[in-house]
């Protein structure tokens, strides 16, 4: 079953805003990731947390991870146009390969 | 440039064609990975292929065919598809070890339309 869920799902922001996006998950996990795809295009890894971790930041981007609530937040801060894209949480499942994905966030962010 | 090359781009079919997806990965991993993406939906993941052996298939209907000849390779074949087929397909490539999962590398995509 899907195991990763972002919210909002569409999120509509002015450039310069800071951009929340949340993740919830159901079972134990080693890490969460976030991925951003443009429009038709592949996804792009922007930052992985373990487990082990509460925050990290990369850039303008901070993650939290609460694995006691099974959930993460991506925040952009100081949007740029250049952001507008899907957000996309995954998770991994320790029995296989597989990466568990969320159905993403769509953020618009306008000039 | 991710590393993860697709092809073609963009590919029109009718249902009773056959065509064949490409990708290629320049980044020495051990893992690639074929995912379908439509509309409004999670990623689905169709196929893994762990050292050029396949670990996962998600029950895809045998209209899909995949075949990964190296570790650089990896093919999706496509026979008799339906239009509801039509999606984004998207591959990925990745350096697994057995401690936790790792980053995925995705191509572009393919975006398939069947008529």
């Known amino acids: 079953s899907q195991q990763g869920e972002e919210d909002p799902q569409a999120l509509s922001i002015q450039e310069g805003e800071n951009a929340t996006m949340n993740c919830s998950y159901k079972?134990?996990?080693?890490?969460l990731q976030w991925y951003r795809q443009n429009s038709g295009r592949g996804l792009v890894h922007l930052i992985l947390i373990r487990s082990n971790e509460r925050e990290k930041h990369s850039g303008r981007l901070r993650v939290t991870l609460d694995t006691s609530k099974k959930s993460s937040s991506l925040l952009i801060t100081a949007s740029r146009a250049a952001d507008t894209a899907s957000y996309f949480c995954a998770t991994d499942a320790k029995s296989n390969y597989q990466l568990i994905w969320g159905a993403g966030t769509k953020l618009i962010i306008k000039p | 440039e991710t590393g993860v090359t697709q092809t073609p781009r963009h590919l029109v079919m009718g249902m009773t064609n056959k065509k064949s997806l490409k990708c290629e990965q320049h980044?020495?991993?051990?893992?690639m990975y074929w995912y379908k993406q439509s509309a409004k939906k999670p990623l689905e993941l169709m196929f893994v292929y762990s050292l050029e052996e396949r670990v996962e298939n998600n029950s895809v209907p045998s209209r899909f065919s995949p075949e990964c000849p190296n570790s650089s390779h990896l093919f999706l074949h496509l026979h008799t598809l339906q239009p509801e087929d039509s999606a984004l397909y998207l591959c990925a490539s990745s350096q697994e070890t057995s401690r936790a999962k790792n980053i995925q590398y995705f191509g572009a995509g393919t975006r398939l339309s069947v008529l």
């Open positions: 079972t134990s996990i080693n890490n």
């Open positions: 980044l020495g991993h051990n893992a």
